[in-house]
């Protein structure tokens, strides 16, 4: 997949680790510092793109029958968060939890496990909260 121009100049010097497709033309991009959703143009709306830096505290997921969010907590920064088809929701979310936990530093794997996931480092094993 070819990445698009509006996604590029976000990029800058840095190179995208993962993408996954979220249907139609729109992607998510991970990169080392931040996970970038593209959303391309659209009957309502132009073609965009939105940062996610990696520096959360905590991770957020909801699941809803069509779209789940991903809310990422910055502490006293604040929260943001994004919606993906919940059918795309796992592709999406182990590559966004492996980008926070790699920006702090800390080597990791996710499980899924129903509607939990489950990350691991070297020091410690902690849930990413759902409802």
């Known amino acids: ?32 510092t931040r996970t970038l959703i593209y ?14 830096p990696h520096d959360a505290e905590h991770i957020d997921i909801s699941e809803g029958r069509r779209k789940s969010t991903v809310a990422l907590d910055y502490g006293i920064d604040g929260t943001d968060q994004f919606k993906v088809p919940t059918k795309r929701l796992h592709d999406a979310l182990h590559p966004v939890i492996a980008g926070v936990l790699n920006s702090a530093g800390s080597p990791m794997r996710t499980s899924r496990f129903f509607r939990r996931t489950r990350s691991a480092n070297s020091r410690s094993c902690s849930p990413v909260r759902a409802s």
């Open 39 to 52: 959303r391309a143009d659209g009957l309502l709306s132009d073609e965009s793109v939105k940062e996610y």
């Open 1 to 32: 997949m070819s990445v698009p121009e509006i996604v590029q100049s976000s990029l800058g010097n840095e190179n995208v680790a993962t993408e996954v497709s979220l249907g139609g033309e729109d992607v998510l991009y991970v990169t080392p």
